[in-house]
């Protein structure tokens, strides 16, 4: 069932989508008339944007599957998979662009600045339109999208400085020298994006749910006499599941129902969708206390 995140997540990719197909053609037909490497390169990031709103598109809908006998989690890592290739899709563009301008150091062309300034301008606006309204959205996969978006908007205005320093000095030199700095954007763009993918491939604990963190938000709950074999991970980058060995005073199962209950809510304080807890009995004779592990018992002072 969508929820009204999903519904605005879905609209805002429509709406990026469609101003991102108009900027490139601008951008194809300014690079046309210009012969501009940066604008070229401004153009591929474009076109890698479209390539992300697409995939982030096709994300989207998966990650809205209900779950399946075989798939008991959904398909909610369609947006990490989405985020990792698009962060391995930036990188080549970083490659590309890179080597293209260090040819072009040693063997400039011909820059015509007007058409050139004209579609970086354009893109810059419509990069400037796409980002404002994606900012917001917190799904790792629309944030994927928006950092497409902004570095884009970041080389847009570094393809105008180029072409006002082009136009009042003819040094063609500064088409390369700015397409450099392009790629140096888009692999900073790259870097962060892989990392936090490959971290929930790893499945690595979420920075603000690390098994101290944990422990020390269950230690305030009453009754709780100790915490052991916790493990976190995500499934995208909006869902985190936990799960722990709690140790209680021995007591029936019917009156750690509300221990329990805490529990939940203090996971659910710092982010944890969902969290499995192993109740386990603590009993003590003669100052020597034994917790019970289903059939075993290991005794402690």
Not at 7 to 29: G, R
Not at 35 to 51: E, G, I, K, Q, Y
Not at 220 to 243: L, Q
Not at 258 to 263: C, E
Request: overall charge negative; glycine content about 4%.
């Amino acid at each position: 069932m969508e929820t009204e995140a999903d519904i605005k997540a879905k609209n805002d990719l429509y709406f990026a989508i469609f101003v991102t197909v108009a900027v490139t053609v601008i951008q194809i037909i300014g690079f046309y008339l210009s012969n501009s490497l940066a604008l070229l390169s401004d153009t591929v990031h474009v076109v890698s944007d479209l390539v992300a709103m697409t995939i982030g598109f096709i994300a989207l809908r998966m990650s809205l599957k209900n779950p399946t006998q075989r798939s008991t989690f959904g398909f909610h890592r369609a947006e990490v998979f989405s985020a990792a290739f698009n962060g391995i899709l930036l990188l080549a563009l970083t490659i590309f662009i890179a080597t293209e301008a260090v040819q072009r150091l040693q063997y400039p062309s011909d820059i015509t600045p007007l058409p050139l300034m004209f579609a970086a301008i354009i893109g810059l606006v419509g990069n400037l339109i796409v980002a404002t309204r994606l900012q917001k959205n917190e799904n790792m996969n629309m944030h994927a999208v928006f950092l497409h978006v902004a570095g884009d908007a970041l080389s847009s205005i570094g393809v105008i400085f180029g072409a006002i320093v082009i136009y009042f000095t003819g040094l063609a030199v500064v088409d390369s020298i700015v397409s450099l700095i392009i790629a140096v954007i888009l692999s900073i763009s790259a870097y962060g994006l892989l990392r936090s993918a490959l971290s929930i491939l790893f499945e690595s604990a979420p920075a603000t749910a690390t098994p101290e963190i944990i422990i020390t938000e269950l230690k305030k709950i009453k009754d709780v006499k100790d915490i052991h074999d916790v493990h976190i991970w995500s499934i995208c980058s909006d869902i985190h599941f936990a799960t722990a060995h709690i140790v209680v005073e021995d007591k029936p199962v019917s009156k750690t129902k509300k221990i329990v209950n805490k529990m939940d809510e203090a996971m659910k304080k710092i982010g944890i969708s969902h969290a499995t807890f192993q109740i386990e009995n603590e009993m003590c004779e003669n100052s020597i206390c034994y917790t019970w592990h289903g059939e075993e018992r290991h005794h402690h002072h």
